[in-house]
């Protein structure tokens, strides 16, 4: 039961490179979640998805993008890394169904940006 | 808006006693759920537990147990005979019904001692 899954576990970019954290869940859950959790801040919502096709942003969005193709996969796209972007990446998902309350988190990237 | 507040940044305890951390939030709203989440040296986010706004009837979970005062719009987390397994930074959380935003408090590092 793999659960939610991030590739890779550490990164290290250098200022202006791009690239694409990977998260793919295997539960058939319609939630998907990315988050970034830097010290003394606890983790903070960059982008969301209720469905396949459909996203949102939330509370630090700018320099990311995400597209939901599948229920299965919530990539998420830094377009161009700069330091502010070191952090920890957390991918979560939670099913869309009545009582489904819990957030299922995969490993985290450490994303370090020189 | 909706807020979490963990006003405790590190606390220590010693092993077999019992520590409580405290959590308030903000919201408007009425339905809700609120979570504590431990986070280990491994990066592994873990439901510790988790309490619906609409039940009275604080939340337990073996060792652990939660203060639910939805008046003072409060949440603090009880762990009895602390372990050193229990050693781990701890997350408030916050989340509105049908909704998938997750907001976090800036957690809690806890350390138990032998």
């Known amino acids: 039961n793999a659960g939610v899954t991030q590739t890779p576990k550490f990164q290290v970019l250098k200022t202006g490179q791009s690239m694409t954290l990977q998260c793919a869940q295997d539960?058939?859950?319609?939630?998907m979640s990315w988050y970034r959790q830097d010290p003394g801040m606890g983790l903070r919502l960059i982008h969301y998805?209720?469905?396949?096709?459909?996203?949102d942003q939330g509370e630090v969005p700018n320099g990311y993008n995400v597209s939901r193709s599948t229920t299965e996969d919530f990539p998420l796209r830094l377009l161009s890394a700069a330091p502010s972007q070191t952090s920890v990446y957390f991918c979560?998902?939670?099913?869309?169904?009545?009582?489904?309350?819990?957030?299922?988190f995969g490993q985290g990237t450490r994303l370090t940006v020189v | 808006a909706q807020t979490v507040t963990q006003s405790q940044p590190e606390m220590s305890v010693q092993e077999a006693e019992t520590v409580t951390l405290s959590c308030t939030y903000d919201?408007?709203?009425?339905?809700?759920?609120l979570f504590w989440y431990k986070q280990p040296p491994s990066r592994q986010m873990i439901l510790v537990i988790r309490?619906?706004?609409?039940?009275?009837q604080n939340a337990t979970e073996n060792r652990f147990s939660v203060n639910f005062q939805k008046a003072a719009k409060s949440f603090s987390l009880k762990i009895s005979d602390s372990q050193l397994g229990d050693t781990a930074m701890y997350f408030c959380?916050?989340?509105?019904?049908?909704?998938?935003?997750?907001?976090f408090g800036s957690g809690t590092k806890l350390n138990v001692k032998p």
């Open positions: 979560a998902s939670r099913g869309g169904e009545e009582g489904a309350t819990e957030a299922f």
């Open positions: 539960m058939n859950h319609e939630y």
């Open positions: 998805s209720v469905g396949a096709g459909i996203t």
């Open positions: 919201t408007s709203e009425n339905n809700y759920y």
């Open positions: 309490q619906e706004a609409y039940k009275q």
């Open positions: 959380a916050f989340t509105l019904y049908n909704f998938n935003k997750f907001y």
